[in-house]
């Protein structure tokens, strides 16, 4: 999600062979059901700069100390499938590179220098992001289902300060080196709003601008379920700053930010870098998101994305949620999409 290359030029690259060698083999008792479908976890939520406000925390090789202790939260692990694996209704801890967390009792306690705590990690926000948009009517009836499956997540496989939501094998891989990006619940987010994308428009990112609208997509999606799951940041961390965790380990500013989603930043400013140029969009949600309030912006950008093309501009996307917009809220609401857009430049 760093890296300046399109994401699915990354994908391409690897090979299945490569895939398949990173599949661990579930013991025997994973396809045994008899444990527990909740359960309990040590989490971040979301992440420990976010929740202490303190933004000299260090990754020192996965090593944990005191300074972390207030970061930890105690969660309720739903949905799981009664293995005693990581494994349920809306997400699968596929193959991990250390031990692979198990429990026949539910409990899945661990700290950050334990590799399982990633993998407790990954369950949780992958289904917290999944419940939130169900929360929305997203499947439930009212709403298209949006990627509303069990997702598979690999932690620690791409060996590279980098993640990644590959569509053509519908699986997430967290990467690992400076921050592990498992550690942060909005790097798992962000690749989770990739595979939102993918499951409403097969084959979706084609182009430039519809690379930055999903790069954008994902770390707003970040932001609105981690301030709808975890609350406010701690005072002083900006709750449109993506990423706070993972980026300590290459940002040297403050706040530390991978980027941010209330930046004064108009279509005339672009690189023509995904990441960069999602920064424009990602305004523009958020600016809905105030003016609407949370709920009705993210129902509207959420079901707009269904009327997406595979390789959409910045003019048609903006047009299809301005659409969305007036026939679930009328012309008002209409009204103040377009003007989110047109004040990033994008008409």
């Known amino acids: 999600m760093r890296i300046a290359s399109s994401r699915r030029a ?66 309720t692990l739903t949905d799981l499938d009664g293995t005693g694996h990581l494994d349920g209704k809306w997400a699968n801890v596929r193959s ?12 899945y306690n661990y700290n950050r220098s334990d590799d399982r705590f990633e993998q407790v990690m990954a369950y949780y926000w992958a289904t917290a ?16 289902a949006v990627n509303k499956e069990s997702q598979d997540l690999r932690i620690n496989q791409w060996g590279a300060d980098n993640s990644y939501s590959w569509d053509k094998h519908d699986v997430i891989r967290l990467g690992k080196g400076g921050v592990d990006d498992g550690e942060d619940g909005e790097v798992i987010v962000h690749e989770y709003g990739h ?15 519809a690379g930055a609208i999903g790069e954008a997509f994902g770390d707003y999606l970040a932001v609105t379920v981690g301030l709808n799951v975890a609350g ?64 009705a912006a993210d129902r509207i950008i959420i079901n707009a994305q269904f009327r997406f093309a595979p390789d959409t501009s910045f003019g048609d996307a903006a047009d299809a949620t301005v ?15 377009r003007k989110a857009f047109t004040d990033r430049g994008i008409s």
């Open 129 to 144: 992001a999944q419940k939130y948009i169900q929360s929305l009517g997203f499947g439930t009836g009212e709403l298209p």
């Open 195 to 209: 595979a939102v994308h993918d499951s409403q428009v097969p084959g979706y990112g084609t182009s430039l601008d």
């Open 10 to 75: 990354l994908v391409a690259a690897l090979s299945l062979a490569a895939l398949a060698a990173t599949t661990t083999a579930l013991p025997a008792s994973a396809t045994k059901p008899g444990g527990p479908t909740s359960g309990t976890g040590t989490v971040f939520s979301i992440n420990p700069v976010q929740s202490t406000g303190n933004q000299n925390l260090t990754d020192n090789k996965d090593a944990d100390s005191p300074a972390f202790a207030p970061a930890y939260k105690r969660v």
């Open 323 to 337: 659409v969305t917009a007036e026939r679930m809220y009328g012309a008002a609401a209409a009204a103040t999409v």
């Open 96 to 107: 991990t590179t250390g031990d692979q967390a198990y429990s026949p009792t539910g409990v």
């Open 232 to 295: 406010p940041p701690a005072a002083g961390i900006p709750a449109a700053c993506v990423a706070d965790w993972d980026s300590v380990s290459y940002d040297a500013t403050l706040p530390t930010c991978l980027r941010r989603i209330d930046l004064d930043i108009k279509l005339a400013d672009r690189r023509n870098q995904v990441h960069y140029d999602g920064q424009i969009w990602s305004r523009a949600l958020w600016d809905i998101r105030n003016a609407l309030g949370t709920r």
